[in-house]
């Protein structure tokens, strides 16, 4: 795991790289990767790459980025896993290639030798790299299929930037912080930034499941070699009555090989354990793997939930002793949250308002010595878990039914009043009839944070109409089911793993557990694992997430399998006193201002 950096300045006429302005960048990243540093310049002076490592596979020292091929002529930097390099590594040196180390870094060097911008469809993991080619000079650049790896760049038409963050970018003093209005709008509206917007006018996000090159015409049009839309709409070609034991069977075989894969590591894995099955189950399946060594598990306990249902600790803990974790669980008490608050917000590159859960476990997990977890993110998305699943078609369904008979708009007009009643406190709720006719505008409702026509509230009236009008969210949200996935389940999947999971989960995980030099591995998170189980998913939705929890020997306990689902909370509104009235929506609308206000200053 790495901070990287690259420039290239791509122009004739834009200065050569800055030594200076490369180190700042690389060095803003430094939690990122502590073990060790390094950079490598061009001849010529036009390209700078730059990285921080996290030792994660392959420890010594041959492992080091930026790494140069056998034959000197590819230069990479990576941040990321890549799970199935052994395989593509014996692959490789069967044809004729040649390695000076064992990481998984270099087979990335080879397999572009040999395959070029193909080689990223053969990859199992989470990445994002630029590979320099002296031979043809140029550079090119991928992220891996969900996202989970950040890559950011800056392109000013001469020169461009990228680095694994943000604010790294931004410490190398050459790209403007300029807000972009677009990218704040998002934020108020959904709670996180939608990609490839950022906070910055200046800077984008690489797309998840993209790449692309950079020679001296400047940036090639991405090309997208992977979308969860197009898994959805294939596995129903695929898609048979599946019956339930030979539904059991897959669930289990798939689950276990896509976790033995993120198990590879030549240091100790350990994992977030919760009460609730994702991680309870990925948990009991790590446990029962061959030589695997007993896990070191990690569960958080906060005096607020004391006795209370949200508490997971008790729970957990009693998991965590039957099946013989090396078990810890972590009090984090509001002191200490208003302690660390400075640093979170710091480490926190781009606004948001998750990600307190995931920096304070992550924080507990690297006091025990630990670079490696494991977490059960994603599995809600996988299997259906939210109540999105169930509102969205449910929305959608019945606003077009009304559509279709006369004085339709008069009975739903009568229905919101019911509807106030399920969704008490809610200020979204007058929002229904104008956009929950569809699939982007009902999403918008289930996530969003504000309402488009609420915005000048927080932004005022011009720059919310500016960031709106450049923003489209509803045209941007529908834009993610091309190609239509044709079911309702495979809507609202591909919508809360493109969207909530990306934007928001997996963004959140990354920053926060890299503020604790800690690398969080997700399983349920898998290009590979979705096309297996995607029409299995389609067939036996109703009962796939208790399949899952099924699917360890024995399988999860009564308790685990049948408790409500409460999500990893944080007793965030006590802690910083929050509004407690008016409902939780209000309450985060409150913390959603301090987040923009101190994590990301002007």
Known sequence: MCGITAIFAYRLDAPPVAREELEAISERMRLRGPDASGTWFSADGRVGLGSRRLAIIDLSADGNQPMLDTAGELVIVFNGEIYNYRELRSRLAAGGATFHSTSDTEVLLQLYRRDGERMV????????????????????????????????????????????????????????????????????????????????ESIRAVEAGTSFFVDAGGRSDPRQYYSVAGVFRNALTQQATIGLVEAETWMREFVAESLRYHLVSDVPVGAFLSSGIDSSTLVALAMSVPGQEPLRTVTLSFGEYRNLADDEAPLAREFANNIGTQHVTRNITRSEFLADLPKLLDAMDQPTIDGVNTY????????????????????????????????????????????????????????????????????????V??????????????????????LSEVMGLDAANEGLDRLQIIDRIARILEPDPNTPFGRVATLEASLYMR??????TDWASMAHSLEVRTP????????????????????????????????????????????????????????????????????????IERAMPA
């Open 433 to 454: 009839l104008r956009y929950g006719g569809t699939y982007g505008g009902a999403y918008l409702l289930q996530r969003g944070l504000y309402l488009p026509e609420d």
């Open 360 to 431: 304070f476990v992550s924080k507990a997990a690297a006091e025990q010595g630990l670079k490696v977890a494991i977490s059960g993110l994603g599995g809600d998305e996988l299997f259906g878990s939210y109540s999105s699943f169930h509102r969205l078609p449910l929305m959608v369904g019945a606003l077009d039914a009304l559509k279709r008979i006369p004085f339709g708009r008069g009975i739903a007009l009568g229905a919101l009043k019911l509807l106030r009643a399920w969704v008490s406190g809610n200020p979204k709720t007058e929002g």
């Open 503 to 508: 934007n928001q989960l997996l963004r959140d």
């Open 121 to 200: 469809e053969l990859l199992r993991g989470m990445f994002a790299f630029a590979i320099w080619d002296r031979r043809t000079q140029r550079m090119f650049v991928a992220r891996d299929p969900y996202g989970i790896k950040p890559l950011y760049y800056a392109d000013d038409g001469h020169t461009i930037r990228l680095a694994s963050q943000v604010k790294a970018l931004l410490a190398g003093g050459a790209v403007s912080r300029t807000r972009d209005v677009a990218g704040v709008a998002g934020f108020y509206l959904m709670g996180s930034v939608p990609e490839p917007l950022t906070i910055c």
């Open 524 to 595: 349920l998170v898998d290009a590979s694992l979705l096309r297996q189980l995607a029409p299995t998913l389609l067939s036996r939705r109703a009962e796939s997430k208790q399949l899952f929890a099924m699917s360890p020997r024995p399988p999860l306990p009564d308790a685990l399998r049948r408790r409500k689902k409460t999500g990893f909370l944080v007793p965030l509104r006590e802690w910083a006193d929050l509004p407690s009235d008016g409902g939780l929506i209000v309450a985060m609308r409150r913390w959603a201002e301090t987040v």
